[in-house]
């Protein structure tokens, strides 16, 4: 050794590998504008596909007239759900086991919803052709509150259903029910808090609202009819079970269907399912022969595809005098529109949703969730959550706000004292999950001192009374949200997607120069897998990660997976990386041996290299292993150095966090300005510590939007009235506020590296945190329970009833 | 989001502009930033055959003094405004609306002309010239004439413009340096258009406020001019109780609609305290 020869720190670094914070190396295409998605994909005599849609968001289709929009110069075909039939496709089946119209048929059930499909030779002439199908609808009388969806005498929406008693899920009590699902101990749980000391009892509602990509759903289908083969291009975060699922709808061979997800311009749980624009982009190229496109503009893509919540949670807890809990009880009204379109694992009508009992040790608990249907858009995807998640912290979170405050405690001390604590995890919930890891009291006690929380609480207390006294018209809140989140489905024993189950998969490659391949089963939308995955692979192998490279989303190349949500891409794919990469390290270390000439047994690895125990400067490195791999393998060996793992997770991930949000609000016009916001994350081990600040500053964002006033809402007709940028709550760098990360490290002790996803933590744990401190600004003046969204409007109105403006 | 059919033209002088729209009638619209009239055509909530671009008339852009007025071309951007040391010497009133309308790409493309001659009350610039009783200049095939602001707008998305005729450009008496000013505008975000707007101009001698006038932008199907609330400030020292009155009689003249922004109650008290706001600031600006 000489003074050439780096140290063991040199070489770690040198590697870019788990813990770096390394740049995004798809940054690189993505700043510069070189992205490649589905609508920068031409081919030759690509046709486009234009959807005719629904004025009413209830109504009976009396006649639809396409002669006139066929007699224009250009247009080639317009297909309704008659056209649909003959192929058994003018129905198809949701995530959630309900059917879907793909074209109206009969009647149509929300506003904008698709009647006909216009096919021609460009965007413009599709676009005219629309205006010129005519169709003929009869009104009925619509239903949009879901609270008077099982009123004896509501309109019946879903006449395809009628004596349907039987669901995917159960039984259904009334027309416009769609399941019935129960949780946890009723008669315990009914007992505890009946015998509460203190108890209280909520509606708490999480509105309906968007995941509003900023890349809108598309899809590119082309059918070659001589070969036989269909490829479709489109924006899925899930492309191999969109290739099930065509190949199930078809008919056409698995093997002969191509699907690509090429770059993808946000998700959000967006772009799970499968819609109308997809199935009739493929019909239409099937039938013409001729590729045909499908994009959906920003309009379709907010009123038609996919909204997230709408849950509405009556709760209520028990607890000792001292503030111990005793009890949870929750009855959710799950608000799906039209069609259960839930984008859950196929077991789970409700999701998640049983994390409810949060971070807190309640000894007793029961959930109750009942769906229903309403004239509005399908759906109920996990907008950046895993699986009503969201909803389930938002619900607790709130509820022990509600608590502390009849109690009269902080409610910073109420979670502490109501705390699942370390020495109790592995922990099995009442309602039936065993979590993983946690520290929640020293993640909360951190967030407390660094954002100073006693001195914040007697500001706060000092400009309650200036208030009173009329000397400031600002009131100022705190709020505190202590979530846990349940990701990374999942074990296939529990978790399954139209019987597919929800393992994950990686396959690496190691080249004779020793780069590296690899490709997963997941598909990134943004999340930077082509970064953080590298960097497993680099720490597991000892390449360097600019020598990797990760490709997602080609269902001809990546090895079977079940894709990107629910925060599933580390807990599940990550490991099976990790896994793979072992497999590989595992025959590197024969190759190792029997180059270095000693046993197996006499290496071992150190960082990018297996030297000889005691003998540091007889080693070989990895790439040296590499080469030989390819022409100097122990005897018997097959050559080469690669690997697949199939992870089948034995368990789901628990990340937690503490959030803290501190805010000002001007009584006088509603308008609140977050003073500070406090993020500090829990995942396990980090993998990027830049990437995990990246996805906690988006999601926190989206959860600041989703509080303060993000929602589709409608009016009393059904129409949607935000269904536009101008109206639906998108904030810009102006009003986001500052994001302060922190973080601890409790890894998942089941996990292969200790990983256990972040990208959804911050839209689940910010949105409590803004809620909490609306109310909390409020609280001093008993104003109750605040609803969500808290825009200006809506916040003044409550300083009104108070009396405030008096 | 594609807009229907249409022919582009592109004239280089005003008169070609009207000679055109003369002879295309009704289907033909003249074109500025486009940042109103695209988005619409987009949702094909409008539909012209034909576009007649106002963008290569040089003569129409740009700001120079006559006397004691201020003119300035209806193709003027508001960039322009936000950087002209015209403006911002003799009507500082303006960038500072400007500076509240949409974002800089828009800013960049978007015209006085445009957002005067749009007819939408949810625009700034309308009750600005109202309250600084600006005199737009209109050309059409029959000649030129001038028509006040504050007789311009006369609906939603109708004003006194005949068909044909454009707005070539806006005149404004420059302010006194002693004149106090103030804009204030409730949005829910940058691009969002006002929840309610106030826009005051004001005169002291003596501790007395001796004229004002006041303009509210979106809280009615067109701009508003508030000559009450105006007349309830003059002749007071500004105090309490006459800016209350200013208040009551603003908000008595609203009829804003229910949307994302808020009730009609709330957008009502909202266009109340924009005005309270935009007193109290413009009575800091106001020396004499
Ligand atoms: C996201 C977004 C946010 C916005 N926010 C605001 C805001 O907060 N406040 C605000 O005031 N505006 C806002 N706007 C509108 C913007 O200011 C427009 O630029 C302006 O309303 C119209 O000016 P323009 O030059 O773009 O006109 P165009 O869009 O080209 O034209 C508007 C209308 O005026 C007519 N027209 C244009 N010029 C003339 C003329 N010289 N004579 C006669 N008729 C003419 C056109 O035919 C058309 O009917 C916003 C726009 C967007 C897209």
Known sequence: ?806 | MIPGRFDYYRPSSAQEAVALLAKLGEDARPLAGGHSLIPVMKTRLAAPEHLIDLGGIADLRGVKVEGDTVVIGAMTTQHDLLTSKVIAEHLPIIPETSALIADPQIRYLGTLGGNVANGDPGNDMPALMMCLDATFTVLGAGGERTIKAREFYLGTYYTALETGEIVTSIRIKAMSKATGYAYEKLKRKVGDYATAAAAVVLSVSGGKCTSAAIGLTNVAETPLLAEDAAAALVGSSLDKVAIDKAVAAAEAITNPAHDARGTPQYRTKMAGVMLRRAIARAMTRAHG
């Open chain 1, 1 to 806: 050794m000489n003074d050439m020869t780096p140290t063991r720190e040199e070489r770690a670094e040198k590697l870019q590998g788990m813990g770096c914070r390394r740049k995004r190396v798809e940054d690189i295409r993505f700043t510069q504008g070189k992205g490649q998605y589905v609508d920068d994909i031409k081919l030759p005599g690509m046709l486009f596909g234009d959807f005719v849609r629904s004025p009413y968001a209830h109504a009976r289709i009396k006649h639809i007239d396409k002669s006139k929009a066929l007699a224009m110069k250009g247009v080639i075909a317009v297909l309704t759900a008659e056209d649909l039939k003959p192929v058994k496709l003018d129905w198809m089946p949701t995530l959630a086991g309900d059917v879907q119209m793909v074209l109206a048929d009969g009647k149509v059930l929300f506003q904008n919803q698709e009647v006909a499909f216009v096919i021609a030779e460009d965007r413009y002439i599709a676009s005219d052709a629309c205006e010129l199908v005519e169709v003929e609808y009869e009104a009925l009388e619509v239903l949009v509150d879901p609270f008077k969806a099982l009123a004896p005498n509501a309109p019946e929406l879903r006449e395809d259903l009628r004596g349907k008693t039987e669901g995917a899920h159960g039984k259904r009590i009334h027309h416009n029910h769609i399941f019935n699902w129960q949780v946890g101990d009723k008669a315990a749980t009914d007992a505890a808090i009946s015998n509460g000391e203190v108890t209280i009892k909520e509606m708490i509602s999480y509105h309906r609202t968007h995941p509003c990509p900023l890349e809108t759903c598309q899809a590119l289908a082309s059918m070659d009819k001589i070969k036989g083969e269909l490829t479709l291009w489109g924006t899925f975060q899930a492309p191999h079970v969109v290739r099930t699922v065509a190949s199930l709808l078809s008919g056409i061979p698995e093997a002969k269907i191509h699907v690509i997800a090429p770059d993808i311009g946000g998700g959000f749980g967006n772009k799970v399912g499968v819609y109308p624009g997809y199935v009739c982009a493929i019909v239409g190229s099937i039938v013409l022969g001729k590729p045909v496109k499908w994009v959906e503009d920003r309009m379709e893509n907010l009123t038609a595809t996919s909204f997230a919540r709408d849950y509405h949670m009556t709760t209520e807890i028990s607890a000792t005098k001292e503030g111990k809990v005793t009890g949870l009880k929750v009855h959710i009204l799950a608000d799906h529109g039209a069609f259960d379109a839930c984008a859950d694992p196929s077991k789970w009508p409700a999701g998640f949703a049983n994390i409810v009992t949060g971070s807190y040790d309640f000894p007793v608990a029961h959930l109750e969730v009942d769906g229903v249907y309403t004239n509005k858009a399908p759906g109920g995807v996990a907008y950046r959550c895993s699986f009503r998640v969201t909803e389930a912290a938002y619900c607790i979170e709130r509820a022990m706000d509600i608590l502390a405050q009849k109690l009269g405690m902080d409610p910073a001390d109420l979670r502490m004292k109501n705390f699942i604590q370390p020495q109790q995890f592995p922990y099995q919930s009442a309602l039936g999950w065993e979590y993983d890891s946690g520290d929640y009291p020293t993640a909360l006690k951190k967030g407390m001192e660094t954002i100073n929380y006693r001195a914040l609480r007697e500001e706060q207390k000092a400009k309650q009374e200036a208030f009173k006294r009329g000397e400031t018209r600002e009131i100022m809140g705190i709020g505190v949200s202590f979530f846990t989140e349940i990701v990374g489905a999942g074990p296939s024993r529990n978790c399954d997607i139209l019987g597919v189950g929800m393992f994950d998969s990686a396959e690496i490659r190691v080249h004779p120069t020793g780069s590296i391949i690899a490709r997963m089963g997941t598909k990134s939308q943004g999340q930077a897998h082509e970064t953080t995955y590298a960097q497993i692979i680099a720490t597991e192998l000892g390449i360097e990660a600019d020598k990797i490279m990760i490709e997602e989303g080609n269902t001809d190349t990546a090895p079977y997976g079940l894709g990107t949500y629910g925060s599933r891409s580390t807990p599940v794919a990550g490991a099976a990386t990790a896994m793979a990469a072992r497999k590989i390290r595992a025959k590197a270390q024969m190759i190792a041996a029997h180059l270095l000439e000693v046993s197996d047994y006499d290496v071992e690895w150190d960082i990018d290299r297996f030297r000889v125990k005691g003998l540091p400067e007889k080693f070989k490195t990895m790439t040296e292993i590499a080469w030989a791999a390819y022409n100097n393998v122990p005897e018997g060996m097959e050559p080469g150095l690669e690997a697949v793992n199939y992870y089948d997770p034995p368990n789901m991930t628990y990340p937690f966090g503490a959030y803290i949000c501190v805010m000002d609000i001007d009584v006088d016009t509603g308008v609140a300005k977050t003073r500070r916001f406090y993020a500090l994350d829990d995942c396990g081990t980090r993998i990027n510590p830049m990437v995990i600040e990246g996805q906690v500053h988006g999601g926190c964002t989206e959860g600041f939007a989703i509080a303060m006033g993000q929602e589709i809402r409608y009016d009393e007709m059904g129409n949607c009235v935000t269904g536009s940028l101008m109206d639906f709550f998108l904030p810009t760098a102006v009003e986001t506020p500052h994001w302060e990360t922190d973080f601890t490290v409790t890894p998942s002790p089941h996990h292969p590296i200790g990983a256990k996803g972040v990208g959804e933590s911050p839209n689940v744990g910010s949105v409590p945190a803004f809620s909490n401190a609306v109310n909390d600004a409020f609280a001093f003046l008993n104003a109750g329970h605040i609803q969500m969204p808290h825009d200006a409007w809506r916040t003044w109105e409550v300083a009104e009833r108070l009396g405030l403006h008096d």
